[in-house]
């Protein structure tokens, strides 16, 4: 057995009928897992689980049509997913929103200050980005306590961990700094409980919303290129070496650790 092996771990990743959950998701899958693919796109979602079952083998993956900022509907994801394969081992928190998914959809605007950002649209991602997170933990953590063994994945990101002009959200800049401490709190109550929380905090990535947004903006993907040592975006897949990583026994002495997928921007 090899050290990145997930046989018979059971995983739920929120966020994941696109971008890098459903890359998380696959990854997971492919290292022998099953997993419950979460979104509230309920036809986007049932897609993606489809077309990852075609490809991985039927009963891979099931589809938790909820949405992570309802504590009820997180408990629910977690009583289907424990319902389809006996288990639940692992949390992976990628659901999240930035300051402009919630914009308008006529909205020219490619940058929110924190002068700019409007109060409702600051809590919506609060709501989503903490609160959701702070939810799934919740309602999954019983579970993995019952057996003392559980691993939860927060997806932080680079702008929670040092400052970014080039990326003016202060809102989504802040809900992801919550979750680097987050995820050192929780690691230090649950450590000796059998649970590891740690995070990934990943740079630009060619998501699906990433892509579009850049592909509007040539100036700003050229800067920020230009500010990342490695020269480029990263693309979904390459978050899936440290996710492995963190959700495997390869880990088994980490916890709260934020590592940063970042191709050297935390670095420089």
Same mark, same amino acid.
């Given at each position: 057995? =090899?050290? /990145?092996?997930?046989?018979?771990? $059971?995983?739920? $990743?929120?966020?994941?009928?696109?971008?890098?959950?459903? #890359?998380?998701?696959?990854?997971?899958?492919?290292?022998?897992?099953?997993?419950?693919?979460?979104?509230?796109?309920?036809? #986007?979602?049932?897609?993606?689980?489809?077309?990852?079952?075609?490809?991985?083998?039927?009963?891979? @993956?099931? @589809?938790?049509?909820?949405?992570?900022?309802?504590?009820?509907?997180?408990?629910?994801?977690?009583?289907?997913?424990?319902? %389809?394969?006996?288990?639940?081992?692992?949390? $992976? +928190?990628? %659901?999240?929103?930035?300051?402009?998914? &919630?914009?308008?959809?006529?909205?020219?605007?490619?940058?929110?200050?924190? !002068?700019?950002?409007?109060?409702?649209?600051?809590?919506?991602? /609060? +709501?989503?980005?903490?609160?959701? =997170?702070? +939810?799934?933990? *919740?309602?999954?953590?019983?579970?993995?306590?019952?057996?003392?063994?559980?691993?939860?994945?927060?997806?932080?990101?680079?702008?929670?961990?040092?400052?970014? *002009?080039?990326?003016?959200?202060?809102?989504?800049?802040?809900?992801?700094?919550?979750? &680097?401490? $987050?995820?050192?709190?929780?690691?230090?109550?649950?450590?000796?409980?059998?649970?590891?929380?740690?995070? &990934?905090?990943?740079?630009?990535?060619?998501?699906?919303?990433?892509?579009?947004?850049?592909?509007?903006?040539?100036?700003?993907?050229?800067?920020?290129?230009?500010?990342?040592?490695?020269?480029?975006?990263? #693309?979904?897949?390459?978050?899936?070496?440290?996710?492995?990583?963190? %959700?495997?026994? @390869?880990?088994?002495? &980490?916890?709260?650790? =934020?590592?940063?997928?970042?191709?050297? !921007? =935390?670095?420089?």
């Amino acid at each position: 057995m =090899t050290a /990145i092996d997930l046989s018979g771990k $059971v995983a739920i $990743v929120t966020g994941a009928s696109r971008g890098m959950g459903r #890359e998380m998701a696959d990854a997971i899958i492919e290292a022998g897992g099953k997993v419950g693919m979460l979104s509230p796109d309920v036809k #986007e979602l049932e897609q993606a689980v489809a077309e990852v079952n075609a490809a991985r083998g039927e009963g891979s @993956a099931i @589809a938790l049509p909820y949405a992570i900022d309802d504590y009820a509907q997180c408990e629910r994801a977690c009583a289907d997913t424990i319902k %389809a394969f006996g288990a639940l081992h692992m949390v $992976v +928190n990628n %659901a999240a929103i930035g300051q402009l998914n &919630v914009l308008p959809k006529d909205t020219t605007d490619t940058s929110i200050n924190f !002068w700019e950002t409007d109060p409702a649209r600051w809590a919506q991602v /609060i +709501n989503v980005n903490v609160i959701g =997170t702070y +939810n799934m933990c *919740r309602a999954a953590a019983p579970h993995m306590l019952a057996h003392g063994n559980g691993r939860i994945i927060n997806l932080a990101s680079i702008v929670g961990l040092v400052g970014n *002009r080039l990326f003016a959200h202060i809102g989504y800049q802040a809900t992801k700094g919550a979750l &680097v401490n $987050v995820t050192r709190g929780l690691a230090v109550e649950w450590a000796d409980r059998g649970i590891r929380v740690n995070a &990934v905090a990943p740079t630009f990535f060619r998501t699906n919303f990433g892509a579009a947004y850049m592909q509007s903006n040539p100036d700003l993907a050229t800067a920020i290129e230009a500010a990342t040592p490695m020269g480029r975006f990263g #693309e979904p897949w390459e978050l899936a070496g440290g996710l492995l990583y963190l %959700a495997s026994r @390869a880990s088994s002495m &980490v916890t709260g650790v =934020t590592l940063p997928i970042d191709g050297g !921007w =935390t670095a420089a």
